[in-house]
């Protein structure tokens, strides 16, 4: 399995501005507003390798570009590039790396160069993609707690959009987890119902409907989660987006956290009480089943999600 810093050696090529160049000559003005100001956004998501097709598939890319496009206009950067550049940007960022195996990307969109907290340009690019295998807990699950810090609420700092300012946030959380030793937190939103976790969204299933927080709960609007949503209905499990309270979490008979990282992760504990019995349930079994079907191009019916790398 490859570490971080093993993946960090193996980034030869990103693509900047629209242009490739070397990781090392990849540079951003120490002023530019994208990093004094978080004046950034981006996506993350993942290319999937299949050894029979030796096809690389990136899963959801027209998703993942549209909510770019809402994450830019929310913080009106100027001259938003078209979808179609960023995917010839992505393609050929994968293919001069020559990636043959599971591959996650970042797209990021930030004012560069000096400037106001309001300057809108000049908009910079970047596209950097690097070997990303699955993460160890997909197995066999971790532990979260409830984490003292709220959510970022929708008229402050609105979660819904992917932009890096909001991840401070997330860090708060992130790291209250890790002082206490468990693998992820919880927020809360201003309601007290469960918004999301730091980077990844939540599923509890009770009496046997899995639940999971709706868009108006303080969340990214989450393309695994929507997806899992829709491999609901594909296998008749029962899902519902609603409010969920805290307490629900105590009396999950399954849960997991999703995204693009995380895949669908079983979750075990919540604040140091089990989930059901305390191993990944069946059902999230079976949603991660038909997950990895999809994302590896062996669903039949589910191809329009996936966009080819080297046979396309
Ligand atoms: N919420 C947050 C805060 C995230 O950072 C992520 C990861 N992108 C998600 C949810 C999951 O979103 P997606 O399924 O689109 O990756």
Not at 36 to 44: C, D, K, M, Y
Not at 48 to 53: G, H, R
Not at 137 to 159: C, H, K, L, V
Not at 172 to 195: H, M, P, S, Y
């Amino acid at each position: 399995m490859s570490t971080t810093a093993d993946s960090r050696a193996r980034i030869k090529w990103v693509t900047q501005n629209h242009s490739l160049v070397a990781y090392e000559d990849a540079k951003i003005s120490v002023m530019a507003p994208g990093l004094t100001f978080a004046a950034l956004v981006f996506e993350g998501f993942r290319a999937y390798w299949n050894p029979e097709q030796e096809e690389l598939l990136i899963f959801r890319l027209e998703d993942h570009l549209k909510r770019l496009e809402f994450s830019v206009v929310l913080l009106e950067l100027d001259d938003p590039p078209a979808t179609e550049q960023f995917t010839r940007d992505i393609l050929a960022t994968l293919k001069a790396n020559d990636f043959r195996e599971d591959t996650y990307i970042r797209l990021q969109v930030y004012v560069d160069d000096w400037g106001s907290m309001t300057a809108t340009g000049p908009v910079g690019s970047t596209v950097i993609c690097r070997p990303r295998p699955r993460v160890a807990t997909y197995q066999n699950g971790q532990s979260f707690i409830t984490s003292s810090w709220n959510r970022n609420i929708e008229n402050a700092s609105p979660p819904r959009i992917k932009a890096s300012g909001n991840y401070l946030n997330s860090r708060l959380a992130g790291l209250e987890a890790k002082r206490q030793g468990a693998g992820g937190a919880v927020l809360l939103n201003q309601d007290g119902t469960i918004a999301e976790g730091p980077g990844g969204c939540l599923f509890l299933l009770r009496d046997g409907v899995f639940l999971t927080p709706d868009v108006n709960s303080g969340i990214l609007e989450s393309i695994t989660r929507q997806t899992i949503l829709d491999i609901g209905q594909d296998l008749d499990i029962e899902m519902e987006e609603r409010p969920v309270g805290r307490t629900e979490m105590y009396l999950a008979e399954e849960a997991f956290y999703c995204g693009t990282g995380q895949e669908i992760g079983p979750v075990t504990e919540f604040d140091g009480r089990a989930v059901g019995t305390g191993e990944p349930g069946p059902v999230t079994r079976a949603l991660q089943a038909k997950f990895d079907e999809i994302v590896r191009g062996n669903s039949p019916g589910h191809e329009h999600w996936l966009t080819r790398v080297y046979n396309g």
